[in-house]
Nanobody, 115 residues
Framework: QVQLVESGGGLVQPGGSLRLSCAAS????????MGWYRQAPGQQRDLIAT???????NYADSVKGRFTISRDNAKNTVYLQMNSLKPEDTAVYYCRSSRGPNNYWGQGTQVTVSS
């Protein structure tokens, strides 16, 4: 069992930056692929960034060049650095860990981009 706790969300002005963190409990964090998703009101939950156990990354086109996913296996934490934020980035952001058939979700953290 893996428990995930997101933090770092909040209110930011357009063009600003935030860094989200997702802390994982349990062992073998380094063997899990990690992902960040977001869900805006009335919308489906969308995948925006992933990082493999080996450190390979992928991004949705909507965030490519603005967001960076990274992981610190010593701290059992995955990060999402978000720059040049836009109002359309407003959503609840979730992290997910995956290994084989096992998937775990955090509770989410709200990000609001508004002036």
């Amino acid at each position: 069992q893996v428990q995930l706790v997101e933090s770092g969300g909040g209110l930011v002005q357009p063009g600003g930056s935030l860094r989200l963190s997702c802390a994982a409990s349990g062992s073998a964090f380094s063997t899990y692929a990690m992902g960040w998703y977001r869900q805006a009101p009335g919308q489906q939950r969308d995948l925006i960034a992933t990082i493999s156990s080996g450190g390979s990354t992928n991004y949705a086109d909507s965030v490519k060049g603005r967001f960076t996913i990274s992981r610190d296996n010593a701290k059992n934490t995955v990060y999402l650095q978000m720059n040049s934020l836009k109002p359309e980035d407003t959503a609840v952001y979730y992290c997910r860990s995956s290994r084989g058939p096992n998937n775990y979700w955090g509770q989410g953290t709200q990000v609001t981009v508004s002036s």
